[in-house]
């Protein structure tokens, strides 16, 4: 069945796939969360102690003010980054870098431990996203974006053999194309994205296919290419 046949149907699995995606960046959000909230237990304790003392050290007391308003910072933008992902493909914007390295964060951890590595192209990386560019605009439905970046990812997870890393690079002004590559005696074929066996994932994980990319890609509005070199994703509504 394609996206287009059975509307209602299509709708259904599309929900599965973002349920599947959500399931993967799980463990993601928990170390993003985590690691603030440790920071943040660990610095008040240090602080009270500091604040019982006489005489106050207030430099230093300001000092660990400062880390605890940039720890809430972070978990407050992980927060609303969930939130995000569970209310709808409808929310926020994001610039490209933006977009990409917030998916990376995400799903890099558990890659590495499967031996495959994200690299991000210059441009699109932590010091793309921390400075304002007007080269680089603002897209609406972030939470869409973020969804289909992140599936993309996943299937090529789930579907290249012997995959060892994936390249996140521009693709024009208003795209990404994300490029896989294998380890040496590993498959390049360009039966790769139509519709390649599950290659990496356990047996009681689901899988993310070119078909679950096509129903997510159609639910929420945005084109999704395959191609020999990779797959494209476009940022502009379709």
């Known amino acids: 069945m394609n996206a287009t046949a059975n509307p209602e ?14 399931l993967r ?7 993003e969360l985590a690691n603030p909230v440790s920071i943040l237990r660990m610095t008040s304790r240090v602080l009270q102690r500091r604040l ?4 106050i050290d207030v430099g230093y007391v300001a000092e660990r003010v400062a880390a605890l308003d940039a720890q809430t910072d972070a978990l407050t933008d992980t927060l609303d980054l969930l939130q995000n992902l569970i209310v709808g493909p ?22 590495r431990m499967q031996g495959i590595t994200l690299e991000v192209e210059a441009g699109l990386g932590f010091a ?4 304002a560019s007007d080269s680089e605009p603002l897209w609406p439905r972030a939470s869409a974006l973020r969804y289909l970046l992140l599936a993309a990812i996943c ?10 890393r994936v390249r996140i690079e521009p693709e024009g002004s208003d795209a990404l194309r994300l490029r896989w590559f294998t380890r040496a005696g590993g498959s390049r074929s360009p039966e790769l994205m139509p519709g390649f066996a599950s290659a990496n994932r356990n047996g009681d994980e689901l899988h993310l296919d070119a078909a679950s990319i096509d129903f997510l890609s159609h639910d929420l509005g945005h084109r999704v290419g395959f191609d020999d070199a990779g797959i ?7």
């Open 232 to 238: 494209v994703l476009h940022l502009a509504a379709a």
């Open 25 to 31: 960046v799980l463990p993601g959000l928990r170390h």
């Open 155 to 164: 299937h090529l997870e789930d579907s290249a053999p012997a995959l060892e």
């Open 128 to 131: 793309a996203a921390s400075s």
């Open 90 to 111: 409808e929310v926020g914007s994001v610039t490209r870098p933006l977009l990409v390295v917030g998916c990376v964060g995400l799903l890099a951890p558990a890659l």
């Open 9 to 22: 149907l299509a709708r259904f699995r599309a929900a599965g796939v973002r349920h599947a995606v959500l």
């Open 52 to 55: 019982e003392a006489t005489p």
